[in-house]
């Protein structure tokens, strides 16, 4: 959380937006191409984008005064 600090929110929004329509591009983007008879499958990581934008809304949440979720304990 500590590296988007400096940023104002209008830039945070935007690499929110830049970040949602990579991960959008990644989950619904093709897995695998074929080039005669030749066929490649490739992965789609989405953790690391994931984890940029859980921390942006971390961030925002965090100027608009909104108190930090954590883990929910069943006992």
Avoid: C, W
Wanted: charged residues 25%; without cysteine.
């Amino acid at each position: 959380m500590g590296l988007y600090r400096h940023s104002t929110d209008q830039e945070l929004q935007q690499v929110r937006a830049k970040l949602f329509a990579s991960l959008h591009d990644r989950l619904t983007g093709p897995t695998s191409a074929t080039v005669n008879g030749r066929g490649v499958q490739y992965q789609q990581r989405t953790d690391e984008l994931r984890r940029e934008l859980a921390d942006i809304d971390a961030e925002l949440n965090r100027r608009a005064g909104v108190p930090p979720r954590g883990p929910i304990y069943i006992v």
